[in-house]
């Protein structure tokens, strides 16, 4: 039996006044999910541990069945993976957003979606004017970069800049974690020498982007300019067992997404980053290009396949309920749809989960358990006939946590 989990980030929310108290799930038109709950096996997954933050970092690698007291290093790491970088033991990754700071306040963590070329010029304009021999910033996608401290320490309180649109940044800047008892034999660093370096770099690229001609240009354009870094996720090189290791059965996998995050949790766990032109993690992301890269890998030998779909994610990001439920029904017919016609009467266990919740209204992550589904050909259905936050918490697996839910899927 084959296996692929199909990740529709952040899509799962809350009941809305403006869709007569549903859930975006139960207002979207959802006929494939419908059709694999109907026929296959429905639960509830708690996603995010206790004590942690309701990060993708997190909630990704919980699906994978890691325990976050073992694992856990912040999305930097993670990041540093998926681009290649190797770190030395004394090296702290930092996730480094560009973001969009208009007065005062954040005004959105993604400068309004900034392209990757784009993004990939400002970070190589910061690295010539700020990087020395113990900061190294790296570029990655659209906003999303790393910044490579040696000898930082990763023991700071930081905040995400997606948690706090509108806020006011300067009370927001990193904090030293005076209580923080983990350590790091290689860090030289203080935890408040840390965060007086990051912050000051923060303030200096805020002076540099202000002046740089993209951003003149993309202001001349009406478009939020890239005009401050944002650190945040640090930590050291995470020590993860691979899939391959847990489960026998997998002799080859790959994992599929837009995020570098999520490729780098898949590196670590052993699977191979399939790329897909057009994949944006946005909206308009490469639908049909993902879900054509999933069915060839099936086809061509992987026993497992991880496809992640941000696009859920960020519309609840930006509070736009008719897009997020549009990204859902994408999913839905542009997703799920073609790898369930493709994979009809083969033996391939199919699961489908949102990471964790983004509610529209909230405008960031929770630490809700997420509705899932296991379908494979001859599964035993249990009495759910529609996939959807109320509908799920009514199914045979009840509620799962830890390494529940890869265990049951891996033992189909």
Request: glycine fraction near 8%; proline fraction near 5%; include cysteine.
């Amino acid at each position: 039996m084959k296996h692929i989990i199909i990740v529709g980030d952040g899509m799962a929310d809350w009941h809305n006044e403006e869709l007569g108290g549903k859930t975006l799930l139960q207002a979207a038109n959802t006929p494939y999910m419908d059709m694999l709950a109907k026929n296959g096996r429905t639960g509830m997954l708690k996603t995010i541990q206790d004590g942690f933050h309701p990060g993708s970092e997190v909630a990704n690698s919980s699906i994978l069945g890691y325990d976050q007291e073992k694992v856990y290093e912040g999305r930097g790491p993670l990041e540093a993976a998926s681009i290649g970088v190797e770190l030395a033991p004394d090296d702290m990754a930092i996730r480094c957003n560009l973001i969009c700071i208009e007065g005062e306040n954040i005004k959105n963590h993604s400068c309004g979606h900034l392209d990757t070329e784009e993004g990939k010029v400002l970070i190589e304009y910061l690295q010539e004017n700020l990087g020395n021999e113990r900061v190294h910033f790296y570029s990655g996608v659209q906003y999303r970069h790393l910044l490579v401290i040696k000898g930082g320490n990763k023991n700071i309180l930081c905040t995400p800049p997606h948690d706090v649109p509108g806020q006011t940044w300067r009370p927001l800047l990193v904090k030293a974690d005076n209580n923080s008892t983990a350590c790091n034999e290689a860090t030289e660093l203080t935890p408040w020498q840390t965060a007086d370096l990051i912050n000051n770099l923060t303030i200096k690229s805020q002076e540099l982007l202000a002046k740089h001609p993209l951003n003149i240009k993309r202001i001349m354009q009406g478009k939020d300019p890239a005009n401050s870094i944002w650190a945040w996720a640090g930590g050291y090189r995470p020590h993860m067992t691979t899939l391959q290791e847990r489960f026998p059965q997998i002799k080859k996998g790959s994992v599929i997404t837009a995020v570098d995050l999520i490729r780098g949790i898949g590196t670590l766990a052993g699977l191979t980053c399939i790329d897909v032109e057009g994949a944006t993690g946005l909206y308009d992301t490469n639908y049909e290009g993902k879900a054509e890269a999933a069915i060839k890998a099936l086809d061509e030998g992987d026993d497992f396949v991880y496809l992640h779909i941000e696009a859920s994610d960020e519309a609840g990001h930006d509070g736009n309920l008719e897009l997020k439920i549009k990204t859902i029904e994408a999913l839905d017919s542009r997703i799920i749809g073609p790898v369930c016609e493709a994979v009809n009467g083969k033996d391939v266990a199919i699961a489908v989960l949102p990471d964790h919740p983004t509610p529209v209204h909230h405008r960031t992550h929770t630490s809700a358990p997420v509705p899932f589904l296991i379908y494979a050909p001859n599964i035993a259905p249990d009495s759910v006939q529609q996939y959807d936050e109320d509908a799920c918490k009514n199914g045979c697996y009840g509620l799962l946590e830890k390494d529940e839910f890869i265990k049951t899927l891996m033992s189909i």
